[in-house]
Structures are given as structure tokens and as C-alpha cells.
């Protein structure tokens, strides 16, 4: 009788280059990661890279990746294509329907009543991580993964998010809905009940099970000798950003700021792809004003920082924690 292969496990970890993974990132590397008492090594780190990050992104993605920063594992940078031109066409790296952002909808301008759904993290990002890991197993994205191979996927998560990894931990177990063209659920054909499309990987959540919140992240960072500050991780024009936030980026990253106020005004652009069949005009701030017009708050409101924050933890979840 043959005998079964050993089974042989993998460790990625999905890495945003923001305060939550690169914790994540150091600690794996110092050890701290461990799972049955022993310290856990990565197989490898995979970023997605948008093409879209503001500069001081990627210059904390150099400063992980670089020699004097010494790392047990390989830190791999995906990219599908760049977000924001395919956006600009209205289209996908496949020149076929484009991934919307989250924008802001309004009728009349200054009045917001909407918010485009958000497909730009599924396709720009978990997709493309998806399709890296596989290949790391050795297979295509179709193909059906060894018994003999598992890989345990480790997302920086921390506590005061827990709802966002209750999420996840479903969407890899039960399963996402898989969808027609049309966004209707696809059913089968044998039994009439909706198909999933399950996860292959094992989601692990460390900074959770360790009790840690963005806070303990942010005073972990503190420690390790990184010589500029690590920042949330987004994308130049992500509707997810608060007013301190856009202030940041047009101070530290002039050009992110100007691609961005570029792309908003895109966005409204008659005729373009990108708004056919809306009857409604889109924008980057909630505001539902040009960017450039914006008088943005270096200090909103307790009530309203709340809610930026839920957007914020919407988004990192995701993007770049």
C-alpha cells in the first residue's frame, strides 16, 4: 500500500507595510511568533503593491527589505497592475470592468448620499496574494492543492479589530459567495444551493491571540531602532483616510497628493467608463467637494474621529495594517 506524503507547511504572512504587520514581520523574526511553544518561520512575506502607496510606504517596504535589516525569509512584492491608471481608463489590468473604490456619492455637490461598493482590495490584493501563495505551493491558481501541503496565512490583526478577523476567519471556512455577471449569487446545478468559494489557506490571527491592540503595536515599534515613523498603509486616493490624514499626504508626499486630487477630478469627468450608468457624481472625501477644495480639519470632532476610525479599520484590514 503507498504511503502518504509528509505533510509540508508553509507560513506566509499577508504583509501591508503598516503598524499591525510590520509588528508582525519583527516579531516573526525575532522569534516571538510561536504556536505549541516553538517560534514559528516564515516561509516568505508577500506585500501587494498597488503601484499607488504614498512614498513614505514604500520607504518603510526599503527599509524591511533592505540588507541591514536582516530578515530570516524572502519579503516578495506582487503588484496585478496600476490601480490607479486602470481606474483612470475605467478598466482592469484586462482592459475589461474596472475595480471600484469606495467613493463618495452625491447628487448635488457638498451633499453626500452614498458610497460606491469597494472591489479594489479583493482584486488588487487578496487575489493577487492568493495567486502568489499558490505558486509558492506549486500550483496555478486552478488548481486543486496537495493533501500533503498546507500553508498557515498570518494576518496583523490586532484586538481592537477582532470583528474584521471574525470575518475573515469565515469568509476562508465557510466560504465567499461566488457571483454571476449579473451580482447574483451563482447556485448549482444539482442541488440549487449557493456555491462558495472557500479558502485553501489556514488563517492565523497572533497579534489577537496575544492580547496586543494597535497601540501595543505602535509601542512594540517604538523599540526596534526603525528610524522614521511607521505608518498606516493605504493608497494615495483611498476614500478611507480621515482629514489628518490627507493633510499628511499632502505634506510628506506632494505628488501622491496631486495624483490624488488629479484622480478625484477624473472621477467626474463626463462620459468616462468610470461613471457610466451613475447617476450620481463621485468623490474622494465624504465631503462630496473637489479635494482640492476641501478646507480639510487637523482636528475633527471626538464623534467624527470615531467614525473615521471605523473606516480606517474597514479598510486595514485588509490593505495594509
Known amino acids: 500500500m503507498k504511503q502518504p506524503k509528509p505533510v509540508e507547511y508553509f507560513h506566509g504572512l499577508n504583509l501591508g507595510a503598516g503598524v499591525q504587520s510590520t509588528t508582525l514581520e519583527l516579531m516573526f523574526r525575532q522569534g516571538l511568533i ?36 536582516p530578515s530570516t525569509h524572502p519579503i516578495v512584492v506582487v503588484s496585478k497592475s496600476d490601480l490607479g491608471a486602470d481606474l483612470s481608463r475605467g478598466e482592469n489590468s484586462t482592459r475589461q470592468r474596472f475595480a471600484t473604490i469606495p467613493a463618495f456619492t452625491a447628487e448635488v455637490e457638498g451633499r453626500k448620499t452614498g458610497i460606491v461598493r469597494r472591489q479594489c482590495t479583493n482584486e488588487y490584493k487578496i487575489r493577487v496574494l492568493e495567486r502568489y501563495w499558490r505558486s509558492l505551493l506549486g500550483v496555478t491558481n486552478r488548481q486543486r492543492i496537495p493533501a500533503h501541503k498546507k500553508l498557515y496565512l498570518y494576518f496583523g490583526i490586532s484586538l481592537d479589530e477582532k470583528t474584521r478577523a471574525t470575518s475573515i476567519w469565515e469568509s476562508y471556512h465557510i466560504g465567499r459567495p461566488r457571483k454571476n455577471k449579473d451580482g447574483t449569487v451563482m447556485l448549482s446545478k444539482r442541488t440549487g444551493e449557493p456555491l462558495v468559494r472557500r479558502s485553501p489557506f489556514e488563517p492565523r490571527f497572533p497579534l489577537i491571540e496575544m492580547g496586543m491592540t494597535r497601540d501595543d503595536c505602535k509601542e512594540f515599534l517604538k523599540k526596534q531602532g526603525i528610524p522614521h515613523e ?18 499628511e499626504l499632502q505634506t510628506d508626499d506632494p505628488a501622491g497628493w ?35 477644495l476641501v478646507q480639510l480639519d487637523p482636528n475633527p470632532k471626538p464623534q467624527k474621529a470615531i467614525q473615521l476610525g471605523l473606516w480606517q479599520n474597514e479598510c486595514a484590514g485588509m490593505c495594509g495594517v
Open 34 to 69: 510561536q504556536y505549541d511553544g516553538l517560534p514559528i518561520r516564515l516561509t516568505a512575506a508577500g506585500f501587494a503593491d498597488t503601484q499607488r502607496e504614498p512614498a513614505y510606504v514604500y520607504q518603510h517596504l526599503y527599509w524591511l527589505m533592505h540588507p541591514t535589516t
Open 258 to 292: 496631486n495624483y490624488a486630487v488629479e484622480l478625484d477630478r477624473v472621477l467626474r469627468m463626463p462620459n468616462r467608463i468610470i461613471n457610466r450608468n451613475l447617476n450620481q457624481k463621485l468623490y474622494l472625501h465624504e465631503s462630496c467637494i473637489p479635494l482640492d
Open 230 to 247: 511607521v505608518k498606516r498603509s493605504a493608497c494615495v486616493f483611498c476614500p478611507f483616510r480621515s482629514d489628518p490624514e490627507w493633510i
